[in-house]
C-alpha cells in the first residue's frame, strides 16, 4: 500500500514542480533580451482641402410632372418592335411541323451496283447474292 501512496505523492509533487518552476525546453518562448526601438510617429499629414463645389442655382422655371413624359418616345417606339418582333418569331416556333419530313437520299453511295428498280432487277439481285452464298459456303469443298 506504501508503493501506491509514494506514487501518488511523487505525481502530485511533479506537477507542482511544474507549476511552479520556470518553463524550459523547446516549447518554451522566451523574450528577446534586447527592446526594440520602433520608430516615432510621423505627424499627421495634412493635405490642401478641395474648392468648395459650386452651387446651383435655383431653376428659373417649374414644370408639372404631368406634362414631361418619362420615356422618350423613340425609346418606347424600339421597344414596342422588339416586342413585335419577338412575338412573331415565337409564333413562327410554334407554328412551325414539329417532326421535320425526311430527306431521301438518291441512293446507297457505297453499294458497287445501283438499288434495283423494278421487281425483275429486285428478283436478279436476289439470285446473285443467292449464289454468292452457295459459292461461298462450297468454296473450300473439293470433290
Known amino acids: 500500500m506504501s508503493q501506491f501512496t509514494a506514487a501518488l505523492?511523487?505525481?502530485a509533487l511533479g506537477l507542482l514542480r511544474?507549476?511552479?518552476?520556470s518553463p524550459c525546453?523547446?516549447?518554451h518562448r522566451r523574450r528577446a533580451?534586447?527592446?526594440r526601438r520602433y520608430a516615432a510617429n510621423p505627424a499627421p499629414a495634412t493635405r490642401p482641402l478641395p474648392p468648395a463645389a459650386p452651387r446651383l442655382a435655383a431653376p428659373r422655371e417649374v414644370f408639372p410632372a404631368d406634362d414631361l413624359p418619362l420615356v422618350r418616345p423613340y425609346y418606347t417606339a424600339h421597344e414596342q418592335a422588339r416586342a413585335q418582333a419577338e412575338a412573331t418569331a415565337r409564333?413562327?416556333?410554334?407554328?412551325?411541323?414539329?417532326?421535320?419530313t425526311p430527306r431521301l437520299g438518291d441512293g446507297d453511295l457505297l453499294a458497287p451496283t445501283p438499288p434495283p428498280v423494278t421487281f425483275d432487277d429486285l428478283a436478279d439481285a436476289?439470285?446473285?447474292?443467292?449464289t454468292q452464298?452457295?459459292?461461298r459456303h462450297t468454296a473450300g469443298v473439293r470433290a
Open 9 to 11: 505523492f511523487r505525481a
Open 126 to 130: 436476289v439470285r446473285r447474292w443467292q
Open 91 to 100: 409564333l413562327q416556333q410554334w407554328t412551325a411541323a414539329r417532326i421535320p
Open 33 to 35: 533580451n534586447r527592446v
Open 25 to 27: 525546453g523547446r516549447h
Open 18 to 21: 511544474a507549476l511552479f518552476t
Open 133 to 135: 452464298q452457295a459459292n
